[in-house]
């Protein structure tokens, strides 16, 4: 082969590194023929699929032959009610990080900059590397963001700044006095992205009415996902709320389709099933509670968490725990590329589930 086909990709698109997913059970299967494997590395919901989420899905599959609603009006319309805003607001992805990347290209060039935080989600700087804008990176403060140090980094080359609440992988949180605070500090040409995929997991009186700030801060855009407490994460659907201007400009990119008919028939159906999200709830608040305990029963510190998972500190090289772990049929996830290689993050699973890492941990570190 005589043609070097890196050098003619895009300059940011050369220096990236794939996004590193967390093991699937079916790979760890194929390389150590390990059964009964518990994986606690992605962040899903432990419980399955909501009942409501099965029926609606049989009766969908006659219509597999058809293109989707490209626009999504039925799901569109049930989360605009829900958050008492209008359909128009609301943009549909494959994913939150749909969403994210739809927004970086519909805002930023090579000329810009994207501000985020240390120890934030990695898709952050992937998607501002791949346009080739500037990635800022501001030093974390406790773990999570210092929103005083992200307001000082604006410059008039600032474009976008991406805000995880709670954050992933450390599962810190911001109030809603300091978020509105450092939103008041934002030029208006700057759009600032509220990322609140894990949103449902924070206490009802601690969740910032971000949506609602929307008329006072029309740079504001709030993303959110059905793949965490919701149990969509195969289906592969999030979604925004921001002014009717930037929606309108966020379409003109979206890809038509980027939505299919099983994930918004789906998305509708289990927003309608508040069981099924009070038991998500419920669980992750239990599960937290005895994994956060083992760890302090076996002198592990841990960075407390409003998430679906907790990120603890093994003490050690994290990455080389993880290894040891797989053995024992547990996955997690090393973050040593988010710069805390001595820690690892971990879902929250079934009573069972948790119990069984807890088990392999202490083998794994030769604890009592």
């Known amino acids: 082969m005589s043609c070097d086909y890196k050098a003619l990709a895009n300059k940011g698109v050369q220096g990236l590194h794939p996004y590193q997913a967390g093991k699937p059970t079916s790979e760890l299967e194929r390389e150590l ?21 099965k029926k609606v899905l049989a009766g969908e599959l006659d219509e597999l032959s058809r293109y989707p609603d490209s626009n999504g009006y039925y799901l569109k319309s049930a989360l605009a009610e829900q958050m008492m805003v209008k359909p128009e607001q609301v943009t549909l992805g494959n994913g939150s990080n749909d ?79 300091a978020l509105r605070h450092f939103l008041e500090q934002v030029p208006e040409h700057v759009i600032v992205v509220l990322d609140e995929a894990y949103y ?7 969740r910032a ?29 999030g979604y925004a709320v921001t002014s009717e201007e930037i929606a309108g400009l966020i379409n003109r990119v979206r890809q038509p389709f980027n939505c299919n008919s099983l994930s918004l028939a789906a998305a509708e159906a289990v927003l309608d099933d508040t069981d099924y999200l009070t038991a998500s709830i419920e669980i992750n608040r239990v599960g937290m509670k005895q994994l956060t305990e083992a760890f302090n029963a076996m002198g592990l510190e841990y960075i407390p968490s409003h ?20 053995q024992e049929g547990v996955i997690v996830r090393p973050i040593g590329g988010y710069g805390l290689p001595n820690h690892l993050r971990v879902s929250i699973g079934l009573e069972s589930e948790n119990q069984r890492f807890i088990d392999a941990l202490k083998k794994v570190l030769q604890l009592p």
Do not use: C
Not at 211 to 236: D, E, I, M
């Open 33 to 53: 023929g390990i059964t009964n494997i518990v994986k606690l590395a992605s962040n899903e919901n432990p419980l399955g699929v909501s009942t409501k989420v």
């Open 307 to 326: 998430g679906n998972f907790v990120t603890v500190d093994v003490q050690t090289n994290g990455a080389e725990v993880y290894d040891a772990l797989l």
């Open 209 to 237: 009415p971000s949506v609602q700030w929307l008329s006072h801060f029309p740079n504001l855009v709030v993303s959110r996902t059905f793949s965490k407490a919701y149990g969509l994460a195969g289906l592969r659907i």
């Open 200 to 206: 449902e997991y924070v206490a009802k009186d601690e």
């Open 99 to 177: 969403i994210l990347e739809l927004l970086a290209r519909t805002f930023v060039n090579d000329s810009h900059e994207v501000i985020f935080s240390q120890h934030a989600f990695v898709v952050y700087p992937i998607v501002t590397q791949a346009i080739g804008a500037t990635p800022v990176a501001v030093s974390a403060k406790n773990w999570g963001h210092d929103l005083d140090a992200m307001a000082d980094a604006i410059t008039e080359r600032t474009k976008l700044i991406f805000i995880a609440n709670p954050n992933n992988p450390t599962g810190t949180f911001l109030t809603s006095k």
